[in-house]
């Protein structure tokens, strides 16, 4: 393979420099990235010139432009280290993988919501049934004891004997005054 002419290099180190430039500013072209295979095809140069070559007697020898590879990836890593990106994709990457981890997160807090709203749901139906079944059976035995031979009356006063106790207890009796004409003054006034 020929050697190129002093020239020819200058001018391809010209063009790699101005494409490496481009390329770390984040004029990446479309469908290319930030790295050697965009910068090679960017300057119009071999991505194999920025490989070492192997001599004929086994030893290497550094490609042309191999230099100018290690700059370019030195200047990558300082960029990516201070936390700017050459590449939008790689931000764009960097944003959408934040935006899928709040969202998963979103997603584990309301699946979590999801299950007390079920499980509360579950016990609001049970104690409704539970009430209902007690409603139709104190409903039936109303019924029975309304048809019943004796006195309803006396049913009725019997079953709703625990609920005037209560209210009994609850209320306090009014305390008769000496003088009839004497305001009660034992409960307040509202």
């Given amino acids: 393979m020929a050697r190129i002419t002093e020239q020819t290099r200058v001018r391809n180190e010209h063009a790699i420099r101005s494409a490496m430039d481009r390329l770390l500013r984040g004029q990446v072209p479309e469908g290319g990235r930030c790295d050697l295979k965009t910068l090679a095809a960017e300057a119009g140069v071999t991505r194999t010139a920025f490989y070492p070559k192997k001599n004929p007697d086994g030893t290497t020898r550094p490609g042309p432009?191999?230099?100018?590879?290690?700059?370019?990836?030195?200047?990558?890593?300082?960029?990516?280290?201070?936390?700017?990106?050459?590449?939008?994709?790689?931000?764009?990457?960097?944003?959408l993988k934040d935006a899928n981890a709040a969202l998963a997160q979103r997603l584990q807090a309301q699946e979590k919501q999801l299950k007390e709203l079920m499980a509360f749901r579950q016990l609001a139906l049970s104690r409704l049934a539970a009430q209902h079944l007690e409603v139709e059976r104190l409903r039936a035995r109303c019924e029975t004891q309304a048809h019943a031979p004796h006195s309803?009356?006396?049913?009725?006063?019997?079953?709703?004997?625990?609920?005037?106790?209560i209210t009994s207890a609850a209320t306090p009796r009014r305390q008769e005054s000496d003088n009839p004409g004497e305001p009660d003054t034992s409960r307040p006034r509202y």
């Fill in 152 to 165: 309803s009356s006396h049913a009725a006063a019997a079953s709703l004997g625990t609920v005037t106790s």
């Fill in 65 to 95: 432009y191999q230099h100018l590879a290690a700059e370019f990836t030195r200047r990558l890593k300082a960029m990516q280290g201070t936390g700017a990106t050459a590449d939008p994709r790689d931000s764009q990457i960097s944003r």
